[in-house]
C-alpha cells in the first residue's frame, strides 16, 4: 500500500473539512441541477472529478521534479501549503466567505454542465493551491514510489468529493435550503476552518520543529 494507513486517514479527515465547505464546484453543481435536473448535476459532478484528475496529473508530474531537484524545496513548499491551510482555516471564520447562490437560470444540456464544471475547476486557482497545500504534506518520501502516493491520495479526494457532490446533485433543492441558512453556514465554516488550523498548526509543527 503505497500509503500508510494512519496518513490515508488524516489526509481523508482534512480533505473531508474542506469538501464539506461550499465553494464555486458545489454551486456550479447545485445550479445546474436546480435548473436542468439531474442529468445535468450529475454531468457537472463527473466534470469536477475529470479537473481533478488533470490536477492529480499535474500534481504528479510537478511535486515528482521538485522531490527529485531538491529536498530542500520541497520542504519549502509543504511549509507554504500548511500555511495555506491555515489561511484557510482562518477565512472560515469570517462573515460572508460561503459562496452563494444566485437567481435562477437557463436549463443547460448535460454536456455544457461537464464542460463548465471542468474549466471551473482546472481554472480555480484555488484548487491548484489546494493540491500543492495537501498532497506535499502527506508525502512521506522514506516509503518510495511518491508517484503511487500522490496518486492514492488523489484517488482518496475525488472518492470523497464524489460521495459528497452526488447525492447533493440528487437533492439539490433540499440542500440549496440546507446551505443557505446562516446557522448551517457558520457552523459548516466555523467546523471546517477549526479543523484546517488543526492541520496546519501539526503539519507546521512537523516541518519547522
Given at each position: 500500500m503505497p500509503v500508510d494507513p494512519a496518513t490515508l486517514l488524516a489526509f481523508a479527515?482534512?480533505?473531508?473539512?474542506?469538501?464539506?465547505?461550499?465553494?464555486?464546484?458545489?454551486?456550479?453543481?447545485?445550479?445546474?441541477?436546480?435548473?436542468?435536473?439531474?442529468?445535468?448535476?450529475?454531468?457537472?459532478?463527473?466534470?469536477?472529478?475529470?479537473?481533478?484528475?488533470?490536477?492529480?496529473?499535474?500534481?504528479?508530474?510537478?511535486?515528482s521534479v521538485i522531490i527529485a531537484s531538491s529536498p530542500v524545496l520541497f520542504r519549502i513548499v509543504a511549509i507554504a501549503g500548511a500555511a495555506y491551510l491555515a489561511w484557510l482555516g482562518i477565512q472560515a471564520f469570517r462573515e460572508g466567505g460561503l459562496?452563494?447562490?444566485?437567481?435562477?437560470?437557463?436549463?443547460?444540456?448535460?454536456?455544457?454542465?461537464?464542460?463548465?464544471?471542468?474549466?471551473t475547476n482546472v481554472l480555480n486557482p484555488k484548487v491548484i493551491m489546494l493540491f500543492l497545500a495537501l498532497l506535499p504534506n502527506?508525502?512521506?518520501?522514506?516509503?518510495?514510489?511518491?508517484?503511487?502516493?500522490?496518486?492514492?491520495?488523489?484517488a482518496t479526494l475525488i472518492v470523497i468529493n464524489v460521495a459528497w457532490q452526488a447525492p447533493m446533485a440528487w437533492a439539490a433543492n433540499g440542500i440549496r435550503r440546507?446551505?443557505?441558512?446562516?446557522?448551517?453556514?457558520?457552523?459548516?465554516?466555523?467546523?471546517t476552518g477549526l479543523i484546517l488550523l488543526m492541520f496546519a498548526a501539526l503539519l507546521l509543527y512537523e516541518h519547522l520543529i
Open positions: 479527515l482534512a480533505v473531508l473539512a474542506i469538501v464539506l465547505s461550499p465553494g464555486p464546484d458545489t454551486i456550479l453543481i447545485l445550479r445546474y441541477a436546480l435548473t436542468s435536473g439531474h442529468t445535468a448535476g450529475f454531468a457537472a459532478v463527473a466534470g469536477v472529478q475529470i479537473g481533478l484528475m488533470v490536477h492529480t496529473l499535474l500534481a504528479v508530474v510537478g511535486i459562496v452563494t447562490l444566485d437567481g435562477a437560470r437557463q436549463p443547460v444540456s448535460a454536456a455544457k454542465a461537464c464542460r463548465d464544471a471542468i474549466l502527506f508525502v512521506v518520501i522514506g516509503r518510495g514510489d511518491v508517484p503511487a502516493q500522490l496518486v492514492m491520495l488523489s440546507w446551505l443557505l441558512r446562516p446557522r448551517v453556514q457558520r457552523t459548516v465554516s466555523r467546523v
